[in-house]
């Protein structure tokens, strides 16, 4: 079976810098993505991970390291608009699954 | 723009009733979509994976004669949910990767939030 941990909930400090864990078994595994998701709507892509290290892309980074079957999202400058849920999921075996959600709080 | 369509956004239906879903992917061919369902303040759950020509691959404990997905072509999956129960109210949401092999993104409809009353 394939399973994601993340933590549920996470508060920061507008400008601030947070990092969301992830960590996952699966099997037949080919990379980890962050899709973030506000209140009512459907899942935005963030970042995709394929190999190890560090993908940044403007304020969102991400990291992976397969050997430690860990990975996390890195973001910088928060905003308000920030506020949302973030989802782990991994691509393996045909499927992709996702982590139960961190919910971020950004507080002015 | 949107890539992958889902309609309708928003339906409500009485129980016993059947709804139909669809998602379409308006850009490129879609041989696989899958479908999630989602609770309040919970993950996304993966349903089924939907195959273009052949038949869906149901997760453990999805009912497949309750939740019918057909796949009749690259760019069109439809999720129906038969004899609906006020159980079944949630929001699903349809997903493509726009590449055969996986290894990018997953383009998301808009989702539809069924309420059963």
């Known amino acids: 079976g394939q399973s994601l941990e993340q933590p549920s909930e996470v508060t920061a400090v507008e400008g601030a810098i947070v990092q969301i864990n992830c960590t996952y078994q699966?099997?037949?595994?080919?990379?980890l993505s962050w899709y973030q998701q506000h209140d009512g709507g459907a899942p935005t892509f963030l970042s995709y991970?394929?190999?190890?290290g560090l993908e940044e892309t403007g304020r969102f980074s991400s990291f992976l390291s397969r050997s430690d079957s860990y990975g996390y999202l890195l973001l910088q400058e928060l905003q308000m608009k920030d506020s949302a849920s973030y989802f782990c999921?991994?691509?393996?075996?045909?499927?992709?699954?996702f982590g139960q959600g961190t919910e971020l709080s950004v507080k002015p | 723009g949107a890539v992958v369509s889902q309609h309708p956004s928003r339906v409500i239906c009485k129980s016993g009733t059947s709804v139909k879903i669809e998602c379409r992917s308006l850009?490129?061919?879609?041989?696989?979509m899958f479908w999630y369902r989602q609770f309040p303040k919970q993950s996304l759950m993966l349903m089924a994976t939907?195959?273009?020509?052949?038949?869906?691959?149901?997760e453990q404990g999805v009912e497949k004669d309750k939740f019918l997905i057909n796949h009749a072509s690259l760019t069109l999956s439809t999720l129906t949910v038969t004899s609906a129960h006020p159980e079944d109210s949630s929001f699903y949401i349809c997903?493509?990767?726009?590449?055969?092999?996986?290894?990018?993104?997953?383009?998301f409809g808009q989702g539809t939030r069924l309420t059963v009353v």
């Open positions: 997903s493509a990767p726009k590449t055969e092999t996986m290894n990018t993104e997953a383009f």
């Open positions: 850009d490129f061919q879609a041989t696989t």
């Open positions: 999921a991994v691509l393996g075996g045909g499927k992709l699954i």
């Open positions: 939907s195959n273009e020509g052949s038949k869906a691959t149901y």
């Open positions: 699966t099997s037949g595994f080919y990379g």
């Open positions: 991970n394929a190999l190890d």
